[in-house]
């Protein structure tokens, strides 16, 4: 282990941002990832709230510029997912299926899981065919695509794939909890039908391999059928990896600074890029400054 190695966890948002400032710091970030570099942003239609793009850009093309600055640093990603991540006599180890890495201090920027069914039988056999998110389902058009949820992710997705496709979004109840811009573009969008008091209780296939919803409205039992089924139910911190013994030394670490916990995994209440970036950025000034008052 060299003394200047520093472990991140995720190339999100949140630990690209600290890997390139540690990078200006004079540290070598080991950033692992184990899916897509951007993490959730892949899954933005239109990023209107981060500084420097006026009209916005798009989740996808913001991670391009991301990826163009990590290549611009020399910073390489170990895509290799981190299995397990323990602390003793003063390392932390994190362990994937071919690598064991130590380093004195972690970023953790390992973001989100989404919330799995919730309540809503889906036989095996078809559970590979219902998606979370949509940076996967781009590609897809002139299908009938089904989303339920009523949060910003359900509505930002359906305008996503309405520019090639035709989507239902349904609401288990009144309540729509999106930001009212999104609610006003999905609404102008002929592509979207929103359905409210729709409560999908299965999920089979039909004869002819479609998607069959079983719904409840108010009394009544109504069928949907679709080509492809997107659950945003919400979504929930990704910490599986964590040791109990190092969930035990945890609070003491982060209060030592050697533990940071950057972007949506901190489990604000508020998830957006800039905030991922920004805390980013400050844990690693955090290592760096730790480091040049030593
Ligand atoms: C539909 C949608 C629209 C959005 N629109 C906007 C917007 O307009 N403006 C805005 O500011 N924000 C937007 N966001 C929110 C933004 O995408 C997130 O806040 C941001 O991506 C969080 O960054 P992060 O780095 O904390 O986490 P993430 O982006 O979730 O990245 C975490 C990364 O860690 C990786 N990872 C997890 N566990 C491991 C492991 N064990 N080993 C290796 N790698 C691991 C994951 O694969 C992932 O790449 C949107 C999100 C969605 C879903």
């Known amino acids: 282990m060299a003394e200047n190695e520093i472990i991140i966890i995720g190339a999100g948002p949140a630990g690209i941002a600290a890997a390139i400032q540690l990078k200006r710091s004079g540290f070598n970030p080991i950033v692992f990832e184990k899916k897509n570099i951007g993490g959730l ?33 020399g910073i390489d990603i170990i895509y290799e997912q981190v299995q397990s991540l323990d602390y003793d006599n ?29 309540g809503i039988t889906i036989p095996s056999k078809i559970k590979n065919r219902i ?90 039992d109504i069928d949907i059928i679709s080509d492809c089924v997107i659950l945003a139910f919400g979504r929930e911190l990704l910490l599986d990896f964590m040791t109990e013994n190092l969930l035990k030394q945890k609070d003491e670490l982060e209060k030592k600074e050697l533990l940071h916990f950057v972007g949506d995994v901190n489990g604000r209440l508020y998830r957006q890029t800039s905030i991922a970036v920004g805390e980013g950025v400050l844990a690693a000034m955090k290592i760096a400054g730790k480091n040049r008052t030593k």
Do not use: H, M
């Not at 500084?51 to 600055?69: A, M």
């Not at 690598?99 to 069914?117: C, H, R, W, Y």
């Not at 949509?134 to 794939?161: C, H, P, Q, R």
């Open 131 to 220: 998606y979370y998110e949509v940076a996967d389902l781009l590609e897809l058009e002139e299908k009938n695509i089904t989303i339920i949820g009523a949060g910003d992710a359900a509505f930002d997705y359906a305008l996503n794939l309405a520019r090639k496709n035709s989507i239902t979004i349904l609401n288990r109840s009144d309540n729509i909890k999106c930001l009212p811009l999104l609610y006003e573009r999905v609404k102008d969008n002929n592509s979207i039908k929103y359905l409210s008091q729709i409560q999908v209780f299965e999920i089979d296939e039909t004869a002819t391999n479609k998607l069959l919803l079983k719904c409840r409205n108010n009394n009544e």
């Open 90 to 118: 003063e390392l932390f180890t994190a362990t994937t299926e071919s690598n064991k890495i130590e380093s004195k201090a972690v970023i953790i920027a390992s973001g989100t899981k989404p919330k799995l069914s919730d």
């Open 41 to 73: 942003l892949n899954n933005a239609n239109l990023v209107e709230n981060y500084p420097g793009f006026p009209g916005g850009i798009t989740g996808p093309d913001l991670v391009i510029l991301f990826k163009e600055q990590l290549e611009s640093f």
